[in-house]
């Protein structure tokens, strides 16, 4: 039998078993076999099992470590999003939502008294918070709001 592979978004093959087993693919290295309707997986094919290379690690890592690939409203490690979190300081900051949102309930508490001190002037710095969620990196909006032992995280 024979075996084609995707490899760098191109068409490579054909391969004998021996030669994949050798390559190192990941369990989701796309595999066509000769005589097949469909590509599958490599994790899919029996004879390569204990020879695939383990998946890539997840797109959070240690300090520092960025991937362009994350989006703006999906969810980090703590299962909160950076778009999330701005929007509701854009549209509701006034009364806190973001800080409940990102589980500060203290915050949140803090925002709407603040919010009704400063007649609503309040809302104007969670306007500027919200669009700095907005722009940072979800790896340190994690850092500086999720993960951070404040109970009111500011900019």
């Known amino acids: ?37 469909n590509w599958r997986c490599a994790s899919e094919i029996a004879e390569l099992d204990g020879y695939l290379l383990p998946e890539m690690p997840p797109p959070y890592g240690p300090p520092g470590y ?15 999003s950076r778009g999330v979190a701005g929007l509701f300081a854009i549209l509701l900051g006034g009364l806190g939502v973001h800080y409940f949102y990102m589980g500060k309930v203290g915050g949140g508490l803090i925002c709407i ?12 710095v969670s306007l500027i918070m919200g669009i700095m969620m907005l722009t940072m990196r979800q790896e ?11 109970t009111f995280p500011l900019f």
């Open 140 to 150: 340190e909006f994690e850092r500086k709001y999720i993960n951070s032992s404040s």
């Open 113 to 124: 008294l603040l919010t009704i001190v400063t007649c609503g002037l309040w809302s104007v």
């Open 1 to 37: 039998m024979l075996y084609f592979i995707i490899r760098n978004g191109q068409q490579t093959g054909p391969f004998t078993i021996e030669q994949l087993r050798a390559m190192g693919l990941s369990g989701s290295t796309p595999i066509w076999l000769q005589g097949t309707p």
């Open 66 to 80: 960025a991937r362009a690939d994350i989006g703006l409203f999906d969810a980090g490690p703590s299962g909160k």
